[in-house]
């Protein structure tokens, strides 16, 4: 158990639909990060939030957004999915500082029909 | 900008064969070097890590060095089992763009009784 809690495990949606997704990061750790692991695409890193501000950015889509609250845990949010957007998605967390590895969630696994 | 290139799979072994995959990186400054690994159905767990040239990692009977000359950072266990056979990732984080990891295309490996 890697202390990183991601919510929901499945979810089955429509094109069009908006989900959200929630992870909780190991107890301590600042920083969180999503990521999205398809077939074609890999681990893709999406988005990077440190103690309720946002950090970094990489390949996310402007149908996505996340946010970070004040109690560390953050939210990913899709929306207008495509059946592109299937895939699954991780979250990590880590205490932000030079060298320490990031330890991941299982994954939400998205399916859009 | 940043990348990692990883050896192509799928990897079939026998068990107690010797295991080597390749991975070598591009990257600016001075990344960490890490290895997780995906068991089916799971997320990714960390392997092994390797914050500054010439670092050795290891765990659970696996190994790797970070070669600053030769920008890599192969994976190698001497005598491989059933339960190794998972999708090993290779991947590394650049202090310099807030430590989120990019990753290789990861490897499967299967090994055999």
């Known amino acids: 158990d890697s202390g990183v809690t991601q919510t929901p495990k499945h979810l089955i949606t429509a094109t069009g639909q908006r989900v959200t997704l929630r992870c909780s990061p190991r107890?301590?750790?600042?920083?969180v990060y999503w990521y999205q692991q398809s077939l074609d695409q890999g681990l893709q890193f999406l988005i990077q939030?440190?103690?309720?501000?946002?950090?970094a950015k990489g390949n996310i889509l402007e149908r996505f957004s996340a946010q970070q609250f004040p109690d560390l845990h953050s939210e990913l949010n899709l929306s207008s999915l495509e059946l592109g957007d299937s895939a699954l998605y991780f979250c990590?967390?880590?205490?932000?500082?030079?060298?320490?590895?990031?330890?991941f969630g299982q994954g939400t696994r998205l399916t859009v029909v | 900008g940043n990348s990692v290139t990883q050896m192509e799979g799928p990897v079939t072994l026998s068990e107690e064969a010797f295991l080597t995959i390749n991975c070598t990186y591009t990257a600016t400054g001075y990344p960490s070097l890490f290895w997780y690994v995906q068991y089916p159905g799971e997320g990714l767990q960390l392997l092994l890590k390797?914050?500054?040239?010439?670092d050795k990692g290891s765990n659970k009977g696996f190994e790797a060095t970070y070669r600053k000359e030769t920008t890599s950072f192969h994976l190698e266990k001497g005598s491989v089992q059933v339960s190794d056979s998972a999708v090993y990732f290779c991947a590394l984080s650049d202090n310099a763009l807030e430590r989120q990891l990019t990753f290789g295309s990861g490897t499967q490996l299967t090994v055999l009784p």
């Open positions: 390797a914050t500054k040239a010439d």
């Open positions: 939030y440190y103690n309720g501000e946002e950090r």
């Open positions: 107890s301590g750790d600042l920083s």
């Open positions: 990590a967390s880590s205490r932000g500082r030079q060298g320490t590895e990031a330890f």
